[in-house]
């Protein structure tokens, strides 16, 4: 299976850079190909200009790099995005990302009159979200209502028609033991090489 992962993470020393490397070792077991979009790396401009927009309006990206991303998700089997939560939200790469990606005529389709879209990827089966945060899961989800779950996995791969959307979410990064992150790492290999 053909795998892309989206990752947004600009320190190399994080537990989200740690995330990736397993997500990777498991999918390599699995002998699934990965492609790796790294935005950061590859200085992905967030911000929709005034010509994104236009774009928008008449469905024809015009940032280089959408229609790079564009051509590989195309190819894509299933999608995995990997981002810390900052302030309950994701990071800007992040966001312009879905922006500017999952976009009308490059991610999805819409008819005329009605409110059902049309996934465009037609190849993606899957979307895993994987997110690391500080905060405990529980108040995460009693006082901030599962914020990113609601906005990526249900407003916009549910609106946009993607089915088996998954969320992992690693909480109280910061606060757990070396070793309770290092059996996360070894869980996360373990479950990307059963991915099927």
């Known amino acids: 299976m053909k795998v892309v992962i989206v990752f ?51 469905r024809k990206p015009v940032d280089p790099k959408v229609m790079e991303y ?53 190849k993606i089966r899957g979307v895993t979200m994987i997110t690391t945060m500080n905060s405990a899961g529980i108040v995460y989800r009693l006082f901030f209502g599962n914020a990113i779950q609601r906005s990526v996995l249900r407003g916009t791969f549910w609106k946009t028609g993607y089915k088996n959307r998954k969320w992992i979410n690693l909480t109280m990064v910061k606060m757990i033991s070396e070793e309770k992150r290092k059996k996360r790492l070894q869980k996360l290999e373990q479950v990307f090489a059963r991915l099927k």
Not at 19 to 39: F, N, R
Not at 87 to 97: D, I, R, S, V, Y
């Open 8 to 58: 947004n993470h600009p320190y190399e020393g994080s537990y989200c850079n740690a995330v990736l490397e397993s997500v990777i070792k498991g999918l390599q077991k699995a002998q699934h190909e990965t492609d790796l979009i790294h935005l950061d790396k590859d200085n992905f401009n967030p911000v929709m200009t005034a010509a994104d927009l236009k774009g928008f309006v008449e």
């Open 70 to 122: 564009r051509q590989r998700l195309e190819q894509a089997e299933h999608l995995i995005l990997i981002f810390p939560i900052w302030w309950e939200l994701m990071p800007a790469m992040t966001k312009g990302f879905i922006d500017k990606v999952i976009f009308p005529g490059v991610a999805y389709d819409h008819p005329p009159k009605g409110v059902l879209f049309t996934p465009l990827f037609k």
